[in-house]
């Protein structure tokens, strides 16, 4: 395993040969007995307690090259007012799972201060290829001394972790043209440090950023302590760094610099609702009624204590809470979109603000699958369980189990699917669900009559196997209605293979009540039962009394003709077929005696 490693590192570095000489003379320091060996660029002049950026080479390549050849970081430091050193790796190699190199940086951040003066507690690494390895390993071994990361077309290639010591800011850059690191790992490492943070798992995501049509931003916020995580992608760039218009020296400084270990502002972070919840009431035009929001928030100061947490909706304070857990509660709220803020204030008077956006929302139809339009992810208002992990929505990175899947295969009956499984074959034990409590959208149904459509097949069952739906409540769970339906196509395991057209199904169901449902869908009992749900799309029919109609066995005469008949089950029924018991004629509960 390690000659396989150490030729992949070669691999990375492969592009030309790397000067190894330059006027400017390196620098050395003893580690742990070694020699090891370092560039340092200082601006005229610099004063002390200014910032010191990290920046680590690629494999094969030299400080010189990192400095001169690639970063070329020289004006933003002049006008910054930062040092920057560029450490060599050993045989131009770094250690990005043992400790060697992270005692060479530790070493290198208390010379820096010893020599230069700087601000321990604005130390930044970064790093390109390679050297964006050692950037994500540092993570987890010496959050506590840097201040915010910045890897450059590198991550852990064979598994990554998230396990730092503090929550930690990350800018990360990626060509997508890049075929050494190939982007497409990107997003489950971040995925992990976007969890280990804390961050809104929905990003903001700004395209043409800065105004460079191959540019997009895509940013992560409101994690614990003010942390966030960045992802600039850079269309049409390969294993290099850019600059060629946007800078990516630039953008890394931009930044790192908004962050300090000695942070003195408090730190505060929204635990509920969830940005980008979408709150879906079912009701006559102009009657909605949206359930009541707690809009709370964890807060602390570093250096004293936090007084209050003011809460806003858009402009209008709507409470303050003086002691920890800080929360309010948000009631009457109307049609459209919410930005909730959250506002801290410490014993200095120094504040923290942070911010999410809900959206409350009145369909009379909700095209429920309209967010299956990306593979690897669980889609907002999504979770997902198949008997040994939870996967709630907002989420991607997933290259395995439940997630969306995109189909490739001429012809092919659907271009995305929602993808869930049972991993044992325990009973209820495989499922997705719609409007959780730990997902972002709720579903509020008022009572009336609805119709759920939708296009479900099998993903690796040649024999077919049973779906079951279920409308529930969300409270405990209860089944309100429930169908179960018998795919007639099998995918075949494989995404590529061509596949017809899935049969359009509907399920009706009456609520009598009014209150928050989830819809939900479960695999067969049976180890690895699968579902690939296709479409998915919820209407209201119609709204009025849920008193239920008595009529006598020997009536039932007037339900014919054009009269539209359910059992509770969501199975159409003609008038023939009816004997004692409760259907649903025409959206009304009628009991036969």
């Known amino acids: 395993m390690k000659q396989f490693l150490y030729r992949a590192w070669l691999l990375i570095g492969t592009f030309s040969v790397f000067p190894t000489a330059n006027a400017q003379s390196l620098e050395s320091i003893t580690v742990d007995g070694t020699q090891r060996t370092y560039l340092v660029y200082k601006p005229a002049n610099l004063e002390a307690q ?53 005692h060479f940086i530790e070493a290198l951040i208390d010379k820096m201060v010893e020599q230069h003066q700087v601000d321990r507690n604005c130390i930044y690494l970064s790093g390109f290829s390679m050297g964006g390895m050692l950037t994500y390993h540092a993570m987890n071994k010496i ?32 060509g997508l043209a890049d075929d050494i690191c190939s982007p497409d790992g990107v997003p489950a490492v971040l995925a992990k440090w976007i969890a280990r ?54 953008e890394i400084w931009r930044f790192c610099k908004r962050f300090s270990l000695n942070k003195t502002t408090p730190n505060i972070s929204i635990t509920s609702p969830k940005s980008g919840t979408t709150s879906y009431c079912f009701a006559p035009q102009g009657e909605a009624a949206f359930p009541d929001i707690v809009f709370s928030a964890n807060a602390d100061d570093n250096n004293g204590t936090v007084t209050k947490v003011d809460f806003y909706d858009g402009d209008q304070l709507v409470g303050t809470d003086e002691t920890s857990p800080y929360s309010v509660t948000l009631t009457g709220l109307t049609t459209g979109v919410h930005t909730l803020t959250a506002v801290a204030t410490d014993n200095d008077g120094e504040t923290s603000s942070t911010s999410v956006k809900v959206t409350l929302s009145s369909p009379s139809t909700l095209i429920i699958s309209n967010s299956f339009n990306q593979a690897g992810c669980v889609p907002a208002g999504w979770t997902t369980y198949d008997g040994k992990e939870t996967r709630v929505g907002y989420s991607n990175g997933y290259n395995l189990g439940c997630r969306i899947l995109q189909f490739t295969g001429s012809p092919r009956g659907l271009n995305y699917g929602l993808y869930f499984r049972n991993v044992d074959g325990k009973p209820r034990e495989g499922w997705a669900k719609f409007g959780l409590a730990n997902g972002s959208a709720t579903l509020s149904l008022t009572p009336g009559h609805y119709t759920l459509k939708y296009k479900i097949c099998n993903w690796n069952k040649p024999n077919f196997e049973p779906v079951e739906l279920d409308i529930e409540k969300r409270a405990d769970g209860t089944s309100v209605a429930q169908q179960t339906y018998l795919p007639t196509i099998n995918i075949g395991n494989v995404a590529s293979n061509s596949f017809g057209q899935l049969e ?47 009529m006598r066995q020997d009536d039932k005469r007037e339900i014919t003709g054009n009269q539209v008949i359910y059992d509770l089950q969501g199975h159409r029924l003609n008038s023939s077929q009816l004997s004692k018991g409760l259907y649903i004629v025409n959206g009304k509960k009628t009991i036969l005696h």
């Not at 077309?153 to 990350?170: E, F, K, M």
């Not at 931003?217 to 992802?231: A, K, P």
């Not at 359009?504 to 699968?530: H, W």
Request: hydrophobic share 35%; charged share 20%.
């Open 143 to 174: 959050a506590d001394k840097i201040a915010a990361f910045a890897p450059i077309s590198g991550y852990p290639l064979y598994g990554s972790s998230a396990n730092s010591s503090r929550p930690v800011p990350i800018m990360h850059t990626q």
């Open 50 to 102: 200014r910032p010191l950026l990290i920046s680590c080479h690629g494999a094969n390549q030299d400080a010189y090259y990192m400095k001169n050849e690639q970063m070329k970081m020289e004006t933003v430091a002049d006008t910054a007012r930062f040092l920057i050193v560029f450490p060599n790796g050993i045989d131009k190699q770094w250690d990005i799972s043992g400790d060697r190199d992270i």
């Open 197 to 250: 943070n804390n961050c809104d798992p929905t990003p903001t995501v700004i395209e043409n950023y800065l105004g460079f049509s191959h540019a997009k931003m895509s940013i992560w916020g409101g994690g614990d302590e003010g942390t966030e995580v960045r992802l600039l992608e850079l269309a049409g760039k390969g294993h290099w760094v850019s600059n060629d218009g946007l800078i990516t020296g630039d």
């Open 504 to 550: 359009q199904q509907t399920f009706s169901f009456d609520i009598t009540e009014q209150g928050e449902y989830v819809i939900a869908l479960y695999t067969a009992d049976v180890s690895y039962g699968d579902c690939i749900l296709g479409q998915l799309i919820l209407t209201a029919d119609s709204y009025g009394t849920t008193d239920i109609r008595e």
